[in-house]
Structures are given as structure tokens and as C-alpha cells.
């Protein structure tokens, strides 16, 4: 069935539909990675965005039952753009082809599409609204575009939210962990070096936090725009005070906001695994993988007790924030990768450590 993705600019690019055939409205987004495919899809950082695939064969290695990234198998993204799609993949791990995956879990996709022109696109006039449909009519598209997004995505993203703990070595770190949109790789990284993790819903006040006697504290990537989870703001502040803290992603967003700084929207984000950053002290430079929209305005960092600690080389983007007086700090990036490379996974090792010199001293 022929489908077309219409931006809000005006531009139509058409291709080939497959998995479901729903038309929807959703914000149009690009990943300049390689590989991963299955992870992007998977990231609730992604949830409410439709992902242009830059590379221009997706799907070549099937989807398994191990890389998902969210709770479930279920997709976070609304819809996903390919240039082509594998047919038969080749990988041992592979369960079944990405169209199956795509039409198991009601996911749109479009292919056939020039996906490089249309990232160019987005890098030129930025991220914006976008509908996906089967047919080119002008009434259909103007009533979709006429619905508010923020609260379809609010609508969507209702659910049931639990406490679970991820055991790890006896005697290791407890970490408490507030959850906007986790991924499930950051569980892994932690439970690697030894941390048992309770995983809280990212509305769980300090107070319930604090009962469960942790370490230290991490907070969670996520979707979205920062200044949307203001409620919590209070809770960092209040848990800053008593245990050291980690943010990563959104979580380094609400970090900075609670401690003063601002944030805003950047006109097309990074999403990728090739972005280069500064560790300022330190003097070297790592490749991240990198999947956000919004980041941390500089200027604001004046007259704050925040310094920055990481940045990114080309567009000097604030990539990392400390408190000056605590154990507490955030990174932009993603230390966990998944998918990319794995270059800043000290970030983890040094809250680790910190973790575990606190615990025994």
C-alpha cells in the first residue's frame, strides 16, 4: 500500500507502507546511526517521535528477543522511515524480520523513502510535526494536523508504574533509581558492577525513597521536554542533600533545572551514536551515544553552584553538569550505549566506586 509522510513545512514524501497502516500525527526526528535499530525503536526516549533511519538498509539483521530497550517488546516510537528494508535477514539471534515485528506490534513504517534528503530537511528547518497516511487528502490531513499533540502524547503514555528491584552482588552499591523513561541497558550497567537497583516510578516522593535505604540515587532518561516534570525538581533537591546523585539524559535535564539552570529546544537534537565530547577535566575526548531534543542552555549555569564537566565538540553543547559542593552529577549522553559505543562507560565506574568507598567508609 502506498503511504506518504507529510511535514508540517508542506513537504510529502511518499513510499511503500508496511506493519500497520494507522494514520497518525507524531513530531518527525533522524538517527545518523548505523546499526541499532532495534534499541532506537525500543528507547523510551523516542516515545511519541517518528525515526528517520539515516543508514540506508534497516532491518538487514532481524529483530531478537534480547536488545529491546523498554519494558516489554513494545515499540516507544510512533512510526519508523526507512530508505529500504531487509527482506531476508542473517543473524543467528534473529526471531523474525523487521516488517513481522512492525506489524506484531502495530507499529507504522514507511519505505522507499529518501531518507538522507529528508534528514536534510530536518537539519535545515528542524524537528517538527509530521502525519503519516495512506492517501493524500487535504481534509483528512488538516483535521490531523489540527489535533494538540502534547495531549495525545500525554493520553498515550499512561501507565501502570511499579517499584521492582534488580539484585545484584551481596554487599554491593543500592541504588535507587527514578524512573522518566528508563532503559533497560542502564539496569545492566549498574547490575554489571555489582549495584542492586530499585527501579521508582519517576512521581515517587523522597521521602519513599529514602525508606528504602539506598547509596546513592540515578535518575532516569526520558521523552519530551524537561520543563514538563517539574514535579521533580523538589525530590532532587531534597535527595541531592543527603546521597550522591547521578543523572543521565533527561535525568541530567531535570538535574540542572532543579539546581537552577534552564533548558531549551534545539532545532533538530542529536540522536546517534557518533557525537564527540569533552571531558573538560580530564582533556579526552569520547564518542557517545546520544538520543535528546532539548539540552542545557550555558548562560543559565551563571550564578549557579553547577560547573560544567563534559562538552560536545562541534556545537560546544553542554554535554555534563557537577554541584560544585556535592557528590552529585549528570551527562547528557548515554554511558550505557546501547546502541553505540562504549567509550564513557567510566561514567558508570565512577559512581560506582563513590558508591562503594561511601558505603564503606
Known sequence: ??????????????????????????????????????????????????????????GNYGINLDDNEGAGSKPAVDAIIVKDLARRPANFRSVMTLADFAKEEDLPGLTGVDTRKLAKEIRDHGSMPAVLVSELNHEKIDALFAQDYPSLLLARAKKEEEIETFVGEAGGPKIALLDFGLKGSIVKALQKRGATVT??????????????????????????????????????????????????CLGHQLFAIANGAKTYKMKFGYRGFNHA?????????????????????RASLAGTNLEVTHEEINAETVEGVRLKDKEAFSVQFHPDASPGPHDAEYIFDNFINKLTEKKGA
Open 1 to 58: 500500500m502506498q503511504g506518504y509522510l507529510v511535514l508540517k513545512n508542506g513537504s510529502v514524501y511518499a513510499g511503500e507502507r508496511f506493519g500497520s497502516e494507522k494514520d497518525l500525527l507524531t513530531e518527525v526526528v533522524f538517527s545518523t546511526g548505523m546499526t541499532g535499530y532495534q534499541e532506537t525503536m525500543t528507547d523510551p526516549s523516542y516515545f511519541g517521535q517518528t525515526m528517520v533511519f539515516t543508514y540506508p538498509l534497516i
Open 199 to 248: 527501579v521508582f516510578p519517576g512521581t515517587t516522593p523522597a521521602s519513599v525513597i529514602e525508606a528504602s535505604n539506598p547509596d546513592g540515587v540515578l535518575l532516569s532518561n526520558g521523552p519530551g521536554d524537561p520543563t514538563q516534570y517539574g514535579y521533580a525538581t523538589k525530590t532532587i533537591l531534597e535527595l541531592q542533600n543527603k546521597y550522591p546523585i547521578m543523572g543521565i
Open 277 to 297: 565530547v569533552t571531558d573538560v577535566d580530564h582533556k579526552r575526548k569520547y564518542f557517545t551515544s546520544q538520543n535528546h531534543g532539548y539540552a542545557v542552555d
